[in-house]
Structures are given as C-alpha cells and as structure tokens.
C-alpha cells in the first residue's frame, strides 16, 4: 500500500481497488491513516539504511499553493540527486533561508563542501550567516538537480488534488521522498543490464523492510497483550546502489559475494 501511495503515485480510490480484487475490503478513510503510519515507518528504515550526504548541496525553492494561501517548499538535494530534507514555510526571505539552513546541518552534519543555489541574494546572506566557511555557487544552470527533484512532487500533488493544509504537506513529503530516494536510479550513468540488477537489488531492499516493519508490528500488537516480551532489536543490511560511490561520477558493475 506504501509503495502504491508513495512511489507509483496512486490515488486513495485506487489503493482501495487495488486491495478490494486482493479480497481486502475497505473505505479510501482507513487508507489515509495506514499511509501515514505505516509511511513514516518505511521513511525511517530507509532513512537509517541511507550513507553520508554528499559535499555538494543543491537548494531551491517552489511556490505550493495550499487553500488558497501561498507557502513555498524548499528542498536540499545532493549531487547524486538523494532529497537531503524538505521544509514548508510562507516566506521566501533570508530568515527563512537561514532556518533551512539550520535544519539541514541538524540532521546531516557535517556541513557541505559546496552549496549551489539560484542568483537570489538572501541565499547569500544566510550562507554568510550559517555557513561562512563553505563555498557558495549562485547559478541558475547549476542548480538544475534540485529544481528536477521537484517532479516527482507535482505528479503526486496532481493526484491528490493539491494539499488541504501546510501539516498534511509536510507529513506526505516526509515519508514520500525517502522513499523515492530509495527507488532513485541514474539511468543515465548505467548500462541496461546494471540497470536491472540494481532495480532487483533495490525491490529486495524495500521487501526487506517491509518484513522488518510487519515484524516490528506484530512484535508491538504481541507486547501490548504481553509487556514481559518488549522491544526486540532487527539487523538491516543496505542494498548495492545505495552502497555504491556517490562521489563517482560513474557506477560500476554489482559484484558477486565471496566465493
């Protein structure tokens, strides 16, 4: 259900018909909670299972319509194209730029070797302020990879008929884009067969956490009715193309385990 919301984009009717030919009969109201559980529960893992952040930081900014109300959605990408974070705000001045800023070192410290963002001063200024010693890049062409990376955005707003409010907004794409960066292949880096290899490595990984979050939940319903059992500790491992070398400009080919 959270690979159909968040990484083919359907809408809750569809779900919902999806599971009704499965036997599972439900209404679209029980499909939106689920989403919002069990997707915070695949963000996290795959979170977790994610390397270090690259050196070089791409930003940007787009305007998202909420009820009427302009707010703008910035979004930090790396040179890979892997979303760093996401945050919803109604500005679009320094401040608000420098609170990014913070938010980004926050969660994937240490700070980049290089930041690119578009010509606008306030992106200057809250460099200066947060980040004094990383080298900064304003270009419109540059920054390419953080405006793409908004695509996948759009197509999922179209479905949903854009968002109701600025918390449903941040709770979707909290979950929505670490999924996709798990999905997130460079097509054009890779031959057709390295392509399907790190597509099934991929299909692997996420069948992996969906086995790691059905066990934690059964593990969770069993110790509500039976606290002596508590928490118990699941060992992950990572997929290859997430392994690979991000600092590379090209990939190599997936390597067979020991012989």
Avoid: Y
């Amino acid at each position: 259900m959270a690979l159909a919301l968040f990484r083919f984009a359907l809408g809750l009717r569809m779900v919902e018909e999806l599971l009704a030919a499965r036997g599972i009969i439900l209404s679209p109201k029980t499909v939106r909670p689920w989403a919002g559980k069990f997707g915070r529960q695949f963000a996290n893992q795959i979170r977790r299972r994610l390397p270090r952040a690259g050196d070089k930081w791409h930003l940007d900014e787009v305007v998202l319509e909420i009820a009427g109300v302009k707010h703008w959605l910035w979004r930090a990408v790396d040179q890979t194209g892997i979303v760093l974070d996401v945050l919803v705000q109604r500005r679009r001045d320094t401040p608000a730029a420098q609170r990014m800023l913070r938010q980004l070192l926050k969660k994937q410290m240490p700070p980049p070797r290089v930041m690119i963002t578009d010509k606008l001063a306030r992106d200057g200024a809250a460099k200066r302020d947060v980040m004094p010693g990383v080298e900064h890049r304003q270009h419109k062409g540059l920054n390419n990879r953080a405006e793409n990376s908004h695509q996948p955005r759009r197509r999922r707003e179209r479905q949903i008929k854009q968002f109701k409010s600025a918390g449903q907004a941040r709770r979707f794409l909290s979950a929505h884009d670490p999924i996709n960066n798990l999905f997130h292949l460079r097509r054009d880096h890779l031959t057709a067969a390295e392509h399907r290899a790190s597509r099934t490595q991929t299909s692997r990984g996420w069948a992996e956490i969906s086995s790691v979050i059905t066990a934690a939940s059964s593990l969770a319903h069993a110790a509500s009715r039976c606290p002596s059992l508590g928490p118990q500790p699941v060992k992950l491992t990572m997929p290859w193309q997430i392994c690979r070398n991000r600092h590379s400009s090209t990939t190599s080919r997936p390597t067979s385990g020991p012989q």
